[in-house]
């Protein structure tokens, strides 16, 4: 990519701004590689850390872990159109997740995997609002997305014949979609 990209920018090299961008854009670059390379390892992490907490609690159930942690879980119906689930970490109170019971069991199962994710390793509130499509909502939803997918399903590496924390997010969210059912 190194090279397509300086042959394009090659015709701009006598303009003034040339160095200024070529220099923003390889920044750019080894910060998207350093953060790749985090990443990585942190989701080598979540796999470890799901296989410690099912070790501890004997399960696999979001529902009971969350119970055992003090996460008040709250399953009830809503008015909001595509609302599946939400974590909402107040001050002073404590971590709460919502799940939309428009969805049937094992959905439900899936929405608190996911969001339990948030709660555990997400120490900031979520708020979508601020940081919507940015690479910090992204890297964000892939830990949740790996959380619950490496919390519900032990065989997953098996299946998909690759590991799974070197799956893009998209496969991960993929295949939690999937299995997302309104009853």
């Not at 015709?11 to 040339?18: A, D, G, P």
């Not at 390892?41 to 609690?57: A, G, M, V």
Request: net charge positive; with cysteine; hydrophobic share 40%.
């Amino acid at each position: 990519w190194e090279n397509r990209l300086n042959r394009r920018l090659k015709k701009y090299h006598s303009s003034r701004i040339f160095p200024l961008i070529s220099g923003i854009i390889m920044q750019y670059f080894a910060v998207v590689n350093s953060n790749i390379f985090k990443l990585f390892c942190k989701q080598k992490d979540i796999s470890k850390l799901t296989k410690d907490i099912k070790k501890q609690w004997h399960t696999n159930d979001p529902f009971f872990i969350a119970e055992k942690l003090g996460i008040v879980v709250s399953v009830r119906s809503s008015s909001i159109p595509d609302f599946t689930a939400q974590t909402l970490k107040p001050s002073g109170y404590p971590t709460m997740i919502a799940i939309n019971s428009a969805y049937d069991e094992m959905s439900r199962k899936i929405l608190c995997a996911h969001e339990l994710g948030h709660a555990i390793l997400h120490n900031e509130g979520i708020n979508h609002y601020t940081i919507a499509g940015s690479i910090e909502q992204e890297r964000i939803e892939v830990e949740a997305n790996l959380f619950a997918i490496t919390l519900l399903d032990e065989n997953i590496n098996q299946r998909v014949n690759m590991p799974v924390e070197r799956m893009p997010n998209y496969l991960l969210k993929a295949i939690l979609d999937y299995n997302l059912h309104k009853d």
